[in-house]
């Protein structure tokens, strides 16, 4: 069975940093996908990042050079860093996973979601 349970969420200031973390499991990282999505009340969700099974990822282009997505296959965390947030970052985070297409292809779309966590940045 799939869980996921994402944790690290909070208030800052624009500027500073967050660290999200996803514990995971019943997912083998080597044919999982895994991505993190944000989603802003009356807007779409929003896919932030993405690795896949064989390390690579992509970026949304509004956090490129910002945010990094990590896994962590001893912790069995998938995390994101986020590093110099602006105002328009704050949204419910939310993680996400689904089988791997190949090793460097992910689904159109995710079958297993955690409950999210909110992050705040003020400005």
């Known amino acids: 069975q799939v869980q996921l349970v994402e944790s690290g969420g909070g208030s800052v200031q624009a500027g500073g940093s967050l660290s999200l973390s996803c514990a995971t499991s019943?997912?083998?990282?080597?044919?999982?996908?895994m991505a993190w999505f944000r989603q802003v009340p009356g807007k779409e969700r929003e896919r932030v990042a993405r690795i896949a099974p064989d390390g690579s990822t992509l970026y949304t282009d509004s956090v490129k050079g910002r945010f990094t997505i990590s896994k962590d296959s001893a912790k069995n965390t998938i995390d994101l860093q986020m590093n110099s947030l602006k105002a328009e970052d704050s949204a419910m985070y939310y993680c996400a996973a689904d089988k791997s297409l190949s090793s460097r292809t992910c689904p159109p779309s995710y079958r297993f979601w955690g409950r999210g966590t909110q992050v705040i940045v003020s400005l």
């Open positions: 019943g997912i083998t990282y080597g044919t999982y996908c």
